[in-house]
C-alpha cells in the first residue's frame, strides 16, 4: 500500500530507480518536479554532449546531454552556462523567464538545450567554430564543443534543459 505522505520526488526516484532494475535494456525517461529531487545534481564532469545544427526558427544549435555510463543525476531546469569566446558579448544568455521541470539523465536518457547564436537582424557579429558549455554553477569545469559550421555570433540565447529535444527550440520573440 503505498502511503499518501510519500513526496513526488520520492516516487519519481523510485519509479526511475525499478524502471532501471526491472528492464536491463529499457530505459526510464522522467522529469522530476523543480522543487527537488532525490538524484544527486549533474556536474559538468557527469555528462557527455553533442551539438548539431537544426535549421527551425531560423536556425540554432541543438545540445545534448547525456548521463556517463553508471552516473544517475538530474540537471536543473535553467539554461546551459555557455559562451563562444571570452568577450562578453559572446556570453549566452537564458531564452527563458522562469525554470523549467528538472530532467533526470541515467542510460541513454537525455536532457537537450537549444543555442541561438545570432538574435540581431543585421550583419554584425564574430564567427566561432567552438563553444564553452558548463552546467550552470559548474562554469570551472566547461567543455569545448566543435561546432558543425562556423557560427556568427550576436547577442546569443540559449533555452532551458528540456527532456524532449522539441521544447529546445529557441524562438525570438
Known amino acids: 500500500m503505498r502511503s499518501r505522505f510519500t513526496t513526488r520526488s520520492a516516487r519519481m526516484a523510485l519509479a526511475v530507480l525499478a524502471a532501471l532494475a526491472l528492464g536491463g535494456a529499457a530505459t526510464a525517461t522522467a522529469t522530476a518536479d523543480s522543487s527537488g529531487s532525490s538524484t544527486q545534481a549533474c556536474a559538468t564532469s557527469d555528462l557527455t554532449f553533442s551539438v548539431k545544427t537544426e535549421t527551425e526558427a531560423g536556425g540554432y544549435y541543438l545540445i545534448t546531454a547525456k548521463a556517463k555510463p553508471g552516473i544517475i543525476c ?7 552556462s555557455a559562451s563562444f569566446g571570452s568577450h562578453p558579448n559572446t556570453g549566452v544568455s537564458p531564452a527563458e523567464q522562469s525554470a523549467s521541470d528538472d530532467v ?28 564553452h558549455l558548463s552546467v550552470a554553477g559548474d562554469e570551472e569545469n566547461s567543455v569545448t564543443l566543435h561546432l558543425p559550421d562556423t557560427a556568427t555570433v550576436d547577442q546569443p540565447i540559449a533555452t532551458n534543459w528540456h527532456a524532449d529535444p522539441a521544447d529546445a527550440v529557441p524562438f525570438i520573440g
Not at 74 to 80: A, D, N, Q, R
Open 74 to 80: 538530474h540537471l536543473e531546469g535553467v539554461s546551459p
Open 104 to 131: 533526470v539523465l541515467a542510460g541513454s536518457d537525455a536532457a537537450y538545450a537549444g543555442i541561438n547564436p545570432k538574435t540581431t537582424a543585421d550583419d554584425n557579429g564574430v564567427q566561432f567554430d567552438q563553444l
